[in-house]
T-cell receptor, first 113, second 115 residues
Framework: GNSVTQMEGPVTLSEEAFLTINCTYT??????LFWYVQYPGEGLQLLLK?????DKGSNKGFEATYRKETTSFHLEKGSVQVSDSAVYFCALSRDNYGQNFVFGPGTRLSVLP | DVKVTQSSRYLVKRTGEKVFLECVQDMDHENMFWYRQDPGLGLRLIYFSYDVKMKEKGDIPEGYSVSREKKERFSLILESTSTNQTSMYLCASSFPRGRSQETQYFGPGTRLLVL
């Protein structure tokens, strides 16, 4: 079946540190891959996406590359800010009508000034 | 901007009570979804709907039902609440595949506590 695995949190970093949050998946076919972010007290919002192998999604300084050979979609940012403190969810879309998603458990990131 | 609103931010109920959670979206989306979010488990799909009066079970439908009488509105019903339904409930909506970048838009969530 389809599943998403993320590194356990919480992750605590100092401002301007480099961030990596690992995400691996199992899926039938070739799903699209996503990172969603949830800021405190808010719903989830799309951060970035990639729809096929070797695609790189990017937004707000975050990047992730769709690696079919390693079934991974790791999230990276070169220099985190306090405002990046949030919960990050890796997700894939199941290969059927309507974009039915499978989400990972989420990784909480805290950035200290 | 797409807006997805949920009827309540916080609810406290007693075991056995009936609960309606309502979700409204203003972007004419065909697809609507209900998830629950629990620590360490992420989001799990309860029910979804691809059209008015249409519903499909997600991964954890037991103890829940839904109603979609109008395109913009998708209700989650807990007929008789139990303590294991204490959770954060998130509603989402989207266009169907082929019309969008496969993005789901989420509401702010309803935190339900069942005593």
């Amino acid at each position: 079946g389809n599943s998403v695995t993320q590194m356990e949190g919480p992750v605590t970093l100092s401002e301007e540190a480099f961030l990596t949050i690992n995400c691996t998946y199992t899926a039938t076919g070739y799903p699209s891959l996503f990172w969603y972010v949830q800021y405190p007290g808010e719903g989830l919002q799309l951060l970035l996406k990639a729809t096929k192998a070797d695609d790189k999604g990017s937004n707000k300084g975050f990047e992730a590359t769709y690696r079919k050979e390693t079934t991974s979609f790791h999230l990276e940012k070169g220099s985190v800010q306090v405002s990046d403190s949030a919960v990050y969810f890796c997700a894939l879309s199941r290969d059927n009508y309507g974009q039915n998603f499978v989400f990972g458990p989420g990784t909480r990131l805290s950035v200290l000034p | 901007d797409v807006k997805v609103t949920q009827s309540s931010r916080y609810l406290v109920k007693r075991t056995g009570e009936k609960v309606f959670l309502e979700c409204v979206q203003d972007m004419d989306h065909e697809n609507m979804f209900w998830y629950r979010q629990d620590p360490g488990l992420g989001l799990r799909l309860i029910y979804f709907s691809y059209d008015v009066k249409m519903k499909e079970k997600g991964d954890i439908p037991e103890g829940y039902s839904v109603s979609r009488e109008k395109k913009e509105r998708f209700s989650l019903i807990l007929e008789s609440t139990s303590t294991n339904q204490t959770s954060m409930y998130l509603c989402a909506s989207s266009f169907p595949r082929g019309r969008s970048q496969e993005t789901q838009y989420f509401g702010p969530g309803t935190r339900l506590l069942v005593l």
